[in-house]
């Protein structure tokens, strides 16, 4: 049997570009916010951005300026996608995307270096709870950014590694709002819920905290589509009020049994923090 033998030495001399390592220029690159024309979304990411970033140099540009400046290296992009799963007939949700610019660009957002991708809403219909927490998933992003630059692990497993310690939790308020939680949970949950320490909240009491900046305080957000079916996502999230650290993140899958927001499970290991 004839087998190629090349020698171990070769291989020594490959060089491995992680993604920390693409990242690096991250602070010293122009982040060019994208704004889509939708002006209630817009008007709200402009102001957060001027209010809270400060991992980079920043401007703002419009969709066409992206389509003429994507290719180049020189610029990192914030910008809203939509996003569509395999088994989805169309894009169920609306999200926030860092990408680097650069070659391959023209292929499509899909093919260039993605940093970060946060949910925002449901891309038909959405609540309007998206407005109370923009400006948390600005500083999530950022958050993000900085722990991909320190560690790969952070820059390939994304959120969910980087917000799986609830320990920090305990102690604050724990607040929940109505339409986070699945339908399948009753009312005597709940209620064990409330007896524990965890407030279940109408949603506009639950924001009024977050746009309220209250202190010591944790309020969930849920992001699934207006019609989520099997084949969809949900994605559910604690975050501090205060200080908009991400405390729990969790994509799950939708099914013809279980539907979006927060499961009996979930909700309980909140209680066992």
């Known amino acids: 049997m004839a087998v190629v033998l090349i020698p171990c030495v070769m291989f020594s001399q490959a060089q491995i570009t992680t993604k920390k390592m693409k990242l690096e220029d991250f602070p010293e690159k122009t982040t060019k916010i994208v704004l889509s024309g939708n002006i209630f979304l817009d ?6 951005v001027k209010n809270q970033w400060t991992v ?3 401007e703002f540009c419009t969709m066409q300026e992206f389509e003429e400046l994507k290719g180049s290296d020189d610029y990192y992009f914030l910008i809203t996608v ?3 799963f395999k088994k ?4 169920g949700l609306e999200m926030l ?3 680097k610019g650069g070659k391959g660009a023209d292929a499509g957002i899909d093919r260039m270096l993605e940093v970060i991708t946060v949910p925002v809403c449901s891309s038909r219909y959405p ?3 998206e407005i109370s927490f923009i400006s948390p998933l600005i500083d999530i992003i950022q958050e993000q950014v900085q722990a991909a630059m320190l560690r790969d692990i952070n820059a390939y497993a994304g959120l969910q590694a980087s917000s799986s310690n609830m320990e920090p939790i305990r102690g604050k308020r724990i607040v929940i709002a109505e339409s986070d939680i699945n339908t399948d949970v009753d009312s005597l949950f709940v209620g064990w819920l409330e007896d524990s320490g965890v407030e279940v909240l109408p949603d506009d009491e639950a924001d009024a905290l977050m746009d309220a900046r209250e202190a010591n305080t944790i309020v969930s957000y849920t992001v699934s589509p207006y019609e989520a079916g099997p084949g969809s996502f949900c994605y559910k999230m604690l975050i501090d009020t205060q200080t908009h650290k991400l405390y729990y993140y969790r ?3 939708i099914t013809k049994r279980v539907g979006p927001g927060f499961l009996s499970e979930e909700l309980a290991r909140v209680v066992r923090r």
């Open 43 to 48: 008007g709200e990411i402009e102001d957060a």
């Open 56 to 58: 980079s140099p920043y």
């Open 82 to 84: 939509l996003g569509q």
């Open 88 to 91: 989805e007939s169309e894009p």
């Open 97 to 99: 995307s860092l990408v």
């Open 127 to 129: 609540s309007g709870r």
């Open 251 to 253: 994509k799950s899958r």
